[in-house]
């Protein structure tokens, strides 16, 4: 992209984030794909990742399961096993060939889970053992198992070791994601949390597990290669709060401490499962709060995400739905050129083409449309 034109664009001006130093500001949000056969990733993501690449873009991968017992839908990708991380090899190797910079998003389901995903048939585990309300979609969720204390080091050693993993596997840092009503999530919302020993509670309490995994991570990787997603203002899964102003504030505050790479936080307007409405609440006060970069998602399109930049309200805007179906959209942003609609039913189905690599580049539909 020619750097000095795009200047009046806020989302395509460049960026120093930590040591990483980005050409724009349009970020590959992390998005499922169900289609990581076994649990291990595919050749047929290489093409996927490396289409959505750009020289000094940064790009988040899916959500990666930490452990056997982080699983919760079928064919999501795993970081636990030596065969998970060779897979993840090349399809790294092609992102960096590009000049891209790529982060693993680590993951556990938590109770959003059942019995068939897990080792021996067992429970899923959670911080409580308050069951998930069968979804609308046909989910089947097993009541869960609540973790006893002493168990819970264990779990942080989990995302420990996958953050090492995702390190030999040659990814440039982690995101944690804390984030939609997973593991990490349920600890912090007092929706699910009802926990009576030190990770639950008061704030501060349903937050420390989340913090554990921060410090353990940020301790084997190095904080400047750590990021961690939260959504505090969401209520997906049956995990929201009663108060997601002051979870939100109170986690960027103490993420200084450990002055990890970025906070990366969903809209309040996201409150509903992927639905962006009008919404008074606002991520200002956390950007505000938090000392390093602030990544922000959820609903943006190229001018609201120009503003974002422009208003400071965000130093990167990660875009999911867009970048699912358009593989060029920072070349789309440049041009601001129309955009290819995404199909929601292929999101999640498991061919290695449809849906996932054949959405079209900019010149392909210029050219098909001649
Ligand atoms: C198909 C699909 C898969 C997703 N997978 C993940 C995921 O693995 N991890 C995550 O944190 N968010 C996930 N999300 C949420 C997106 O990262 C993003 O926050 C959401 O789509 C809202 O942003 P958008 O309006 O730009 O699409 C997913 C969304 C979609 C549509």
Request: proline content about 6%.
């Amino acid at each position: 992209m020619g750097e000095e034109q795009n200047l009046h664009i806020p989302l395509l001006t460049p960026y120093k984030m930590g040591n990483f130093q980005l050409s724009h500001r349009v970020v590959l949000a992390p998005l499922s794909r169900k289609r990581s056969y076994g649990n291990i990733p595919q050749p047929h993501a290489i093409l996927c990742y490396s289409q959505r690449t750009t020289k000094g873009g940064l790009l988040i991968a899916e959500a990666t399961a930490i452990s056997d017992t982080a699983i919760g839908y079928p064919d999501m990708p795993g970081i636990w096993t030596k065969d998970q991380v060779e897979a993840w090899k090349p399809i790294v190797d092609a992102v960096h060939a590009k000049g891209g910079i790529f982060v693993c998003q680590i993951w556990h389901t938590g109770r959003v889970s059942n019995t068939g995903y897990q080792p021996n048939g067992q429970a899923p585990i959670s911080c409580t053992d308050k069951p998930l309300s069968p979804s609308n979609d046909g989910a089947h969720y097993s009541p869960p198992r609540r973790l006893c204390t002493e168990e819970i080091p264990h779990i942080i050693n989990d995302f420990r070791l996958a953050a090492k993993n995702a390190m030999v596997a040659g990814f440039d840092g982690v995101e944690i994601h804390g984030a939609h009503g997973y593991l990490i999530d349920q600890f912090m919302k007092d929706q699910v949390n009802d926990r009576t020993d030190e990770y639950g509670g008061s704030l501060e309490n349903r937050c420390r597990f989340a913090l554990e995994v921060v410090e353990a991570v940020s301790k084997e990787i190095g904080a400047d290669r750590v990021g961690i997603r939260l959504s505090p203002f969401a209520d997906y899964r049956e995990s929201g709060d009663s108060n997601s102003e002051a979870l939100g504030l109170y986690m960027a505050e103490s993420l200084n401490k450990y002055d990890i790479l970025y906070l990366h936080m969903v809209e309040p307007r996201m409150k509903t499962q992927l639905v962006k409405s009008e919404c008074s609440q606002s991520l200002v006060p956390m950007r505000k709060a938090f000392n390093n970069t602030f990544i922000v998602a959820g609903g943006y399109e190229r001018e609201d995400g120009n503003n974002a930049v422009a208003d400071s309200h965000a130093d990167l805007v990660a875009y999911g739905r867009m970048f699912l179906a358009n593989p060029d959209l920072p070349k789309r942003f440049e041009l601001n050129a129309p955009l290819n609609k995404y199909d929601r039913s292929t999101f999640y189905t498991s061919d290695p083409v449809v849906g996932y690599t054949d959405y079209p580049f900019l010149d392909q539909a210029s050219s098909a449309q001649v």
